[in-house]
């Protein structure tokens, strides 16, 4: 089993930054792919970005250019550095890890961005 702890969500004013952060326990393989989605209200749930264990990104247009994901495989953590932020993107924001076929997510973390 794969348990996830997303962290570091918040409120912030548009333009503004925010860093959050995934950690993976339980039975972590050596590769995996680990990534955030987001859910708004009333939307879908999105994919936003995604890193390789072996380091290769994949970003959503959306976000490309204003975010940026990585991971520090020693302690089964990634991160998504988020910079000049919007309205459009308050949703809260799920951690994911998909390994040998099988796809775990976090509880999610609240991101507001006011304007």
């Known amino acids: 089993q794969v348990q996830l702890v997303e962290s570091g969500g918040g409120l912030v004013q548009a333009g503004g930054s925010l860093r959050l952060s995934c950690a993976a326990s339980?039975?972590?393989?050596?590769?995996?792919?680990m990534g955030w989605y987001r859910q708004a209200p009333g939307k879908r749930r999105e994919f936003v970005a995604s890193i390789t264990s072996g380091g290769d990104t994949n970003y959503a247009d959306a976000v490309k250019g204003r975010f940026t994901i990585s991971r520090d495989n020693a302690k089964d953590t990634v991160y998504l550095q988020m910079n000049s932020l919007k309205p459009e993107d308050t949703a809260v924001y799920y951690c994911?890890?998909?390994?040998?076929?099988?796809?775990?997510w976090g509880q999610g973390t609240q991101v507001t961005v006011s304007s």
């Open positions: 994911n890890i998909i390994q040998r076929f099988r796809q775990y």
């Open positions: 339980g039975s972590i393989f050596s590769i995996n792919i």
